[in-house]
């Protein structure tokens, strides 16, 4: 059977950077360490006057099509994953479509366009859907752009401010794909939550807190999901483990709670019986809160071996490397985690072709998603051209009363007239409500 999976990636960033520990963190009157080391975010990426979700969009993919020799007439499908769509209206791939026409010769016309909303795992589910539409025959030969693209900013004061970012990534999906193939197997968590909205308003109302938890209980169900549909678990057989991330500190509880689940019966946990025991089972217990005690040390106690910080280096860390510097981008990020783990992995030669990644995708309200892919002989090619790191690195940093009035921008219900911070360069460019979908 042919394979169906990611093609190509584009990954476009917030043009502005708020540092965490050098400006955010004196002027919250916080220890720089709850950023860098609690949250394991340095900064976060935010999107300058004349940058939104359309425009962010729109740039991705504008690069993505130029970069893969596509026109409008290749794509027969769009969607826009996002938490932060704007006017409630008609889809945001709409717009997305009538920026790539100011470029490309022909036009969108022909295309199922799209909008996937369930907070961040909807880029994941926009992925599945494209994957579905391709393997059930209907493409007739044309790819699908999947976009995820979000301007993550929290109310000022909210403690999910320390989280914030923006960007989008944008993904081709196709026959033959060059990064990765999608497999089958598939495992949900999924249950009426409401731990994360972002109803009709510009910021999420948000139980932080309770967030944490509503996450880690849906990843497992997921986990145990995946595993009763023939799913693999074992932890030495994925290379990378993408992680939604809305920081790094969330995936490093995540991590852990996973390991802990996939070594349960193998020969990780054989080995590691000597050192710290064997995971407790709770009809060892009588009491219920004695069994969760034990639980717990356990998973301490299993945090701290070499078997797992080698696995977590190997498979985890990589993949945090883009997020710790721009944040949470909710729909995009599991997708960063991704794009940051391969190129972690090309830059240090691991030979992935062939290997499998485990991907583990959360959305609030809420519903997590596991799912396998398998890197294709094409990923190094592909990843090689990313240029995130280039514009990590470039960004316009700012100080905290600059952003200040770049969060009141992006505040739909604030009044401002703040000049840009940067000079954009033959992108897309917001150019005023009054015109939406006037961008040049
Ligand atoms: N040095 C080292 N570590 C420090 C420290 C210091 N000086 N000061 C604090 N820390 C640690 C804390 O111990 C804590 O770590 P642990 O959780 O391991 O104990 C960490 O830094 C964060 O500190 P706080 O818990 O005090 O931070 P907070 O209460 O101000 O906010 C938060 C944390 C609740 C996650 C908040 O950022 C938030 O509400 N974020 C938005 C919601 C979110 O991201 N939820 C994640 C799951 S939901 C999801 O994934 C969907 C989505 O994208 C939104």
Known sequence: MTEVG??????????????????????????????????????SSLPDVYEDIVTMAANASK???????L???????????????????????????????????????????????FACVSGTQALDDAYNWIRAGRNRGRKALVIATDTALYERDDPGEATQGAGAVAMLIDEDPDVTALSDAQGFGSADETDFLKPNQQFPSVDGKRSMQVYLARMREA?????????????????????????????????VLGYRHCIRDTEIEDELAEEIGRQPRPEAFDDEEEYLDAVKEYT?????????????????QPTLAISEQVGNWYTGSVHIARAA????????????SGRDLLVASYGSGAQAEIHAETVQPG?????????????????????????????????????????????PEGEFVFDGWGRMGERK
């Open 63 to 69: 690069r993505l099509l130029e970069r893969k020799g």
């Open 223 to 255: 986990m145990m999901d995946f595993e009763r549909n023939g799913g693999d678990t074992h932890p030495d057989n994925f290379e990378l483990i993408p992680f939604h991330t809305p920081f790094p500190g969330m995936v490093r509880k995540a991590a």
């Open 6 to 43: 990611i093609d190509g990636i584009e990954i476009w960033a917030g043009k502005l950077e708020l540092d965490l520990a050098e400006t955010f963190a004196p002027a919250q009157d916080d220890d720089p360490g709850k950023y860098t080391k609690g949250l394991g975010l340095y900064s």
């Open 379 to 423: 990923w190094e090619d592909e990843i090689a051209q990313l240029n995130i790191q280039e514009q990590i690195e470039s960004r316009e940093p700012i100080d905290f009363e600059q952003y200040e009035a770049i969060h009141d921008v992006h505040n739909h219900d604030a009044e401002t007239d703040m000049e840009p911070l940067t000079t």
């Open 341 to 352: 783990g391969l190129a972690e992995a090309l830059e240090e030669g691991r030979e992935l």
């Open 71 to 117: 026109t409008p007439d290749d794509i027969g499908r769009i969607d826009v994953a996002t938490e932060s769509s704007f006017d409630k209206s008609k889809p945001i791939s709409t717009y997305v479509a009538g920026c790539l026409e100011q470029t490309f010769e022909g036009d969108f016309h022909h295309a199922n366009k799209g909008e996937r909303k």
């Open 300 to 316: 301490e106690a299993l945090g701290e071996t070499d078997a797992y910080a080698d696995w977590y280096e190997r498979t985890v």
